[in-house]
């Protein structure tokens, strides 16, 4: 399609695009799934470097599995309290962990690419 304003070319939506989600577009993520660290969430990045912070510690101290668990248990219960670290959490539909409706899988919808609409790569999703 051609904007006669401005001579153009706009793409048509790219809703029902497979690789569609949220106005972004996934292709890139799910052709080299967790290839760019960037597009990674920040909440669950940082969970992760405090878990292999504590598994560190705890291997220096030489506790049991049983131990790990319940301290591991206290420690993410004060972790999942404390503030986010990241400006561009938005409360989400209770089904995911952390909980935000920019969530996929580990990544941040937010930092991907956004979808410049139906292009070489549109796809039709299955049941659409």
């Known amino acids: 399609m051609v904007d006669a304003t401005r001579g153009a070319v706009v793409r048509f939506p790219a809703i029902g695009c497979r690789y569609f989600q949220q106005g972004r577009c996934l292709y890139e993520e799910l052709l080299n799934p967790g290839l760019h660290t960037a597009w990674r969430c920040l909440v669950l990045a940082r969970w992760e470097a405090v878990y292999d912070d504590f598994l560190d510690r705890a291997e220096n101290f030489g506790l049991t ?48 690419p956004e979808c410049a609409g139906q292009c070489e790569r549109f796809r039709l999703r299955e049941n659409v």
């Open 65 to 112: 599995e049983a131990e790990l668990g319940v301290l591991w248990h206290k420690r993410f219960e004060r972790l999942a309290e404390e503030s986010v670290p990241c400006p561009d959490v938005c409360a989400g539909d209770g089904e995911s962990m952390p909980e935000c409706r920019h969530l996929l899988a580990d990544i941040c919808l937010l930092r991907l």
